[in-house]
């Protein structure tokens, strides 16, 4: 199974729809349509449960459409906000007095954790003088045009611009290769 970052410039979709052949042509442009159709994961289960295709390839989709779902900060917000208020107040108080021991414990039971594969420091080597909060990555306003902001480069990769007007984060020794192919590509991260 793939693993592949979930980002605007993949499709988790595809390579579920192309790896079985227990489904015709027909059908994969049916689940297409019905992957990239629903809001959510629970939506995406309501309209497969009548399609005759194999139970994996419908798991497998759920899957792929729950990791691409995007978790809405409002709703998540309110969730832990919910949950703190279930929260005796003397814990609280004594959590907010101590507050780097509320993050070793919070750390230690598996709270707030990268997933896994993901350094702990962001991979970012820690400066002289430098606090956590100057490490964390800047929150960017929302664009104008209402699109996503595009995600990190990942490292040892970079971000070029296909003479087709596409956007590509490739490895860096794949640069040379992907200029073969296309001569006027453009580096946007040199």
Request: glycine share 6%; proline share 13%; aromatic share 2%.
């Amino acid at each position: 199974m793939s693993t592949a970052p979930i980002t605007p410039f993949n499709d988790p979709a595809k390579p579920i729809l192309e790896q079985d052949p227990a489904i015709n042509d027909p059908q994969r442009e049916q689940l297409w349509d019905l992957f990239h159709g629903a809001r959510d994961e629970n939506e995406l289960a309501t309209h497969l449960k009548d399609i005759l295709v194999p139970d994996d390839t419908k798991k497998r989709l759920y899957q792929a459409k729950q990791a691409a779902t995007p978790v809405d900060p409002i709703a998540k917000t309110a969730a832990v906000m919910q949950q703190m208020a279930k929260i005796d107040p003397q814990v609280l108080e004594l959590a907010e007095s101590h507050p780097n021991v509320l993050k070793t414990l919070t750390a230690a039971a598996g709270i707030g954790a990268k997933p896994a594969g993901t350094p702990q420091d962001g991979g970012k080597a820690a400066g002289k003088g430098k606090t956590p909060a100057d490490t964390q990555p800047l929150a960017q306003p929302p664009r104008i045009d209402g699109q996503p902001h595009l995600p990190p480069i990942p490292d040892g990769h970079r971000r070029i611009l296909a003479s087709d007007s596409s956007i590509h984060d490739i490895p860096e020794e794949n640069v040379e290769k992907a200029r073969r192919i296309d001569p006027r590509l453009h580096v946007l991260n040199p």
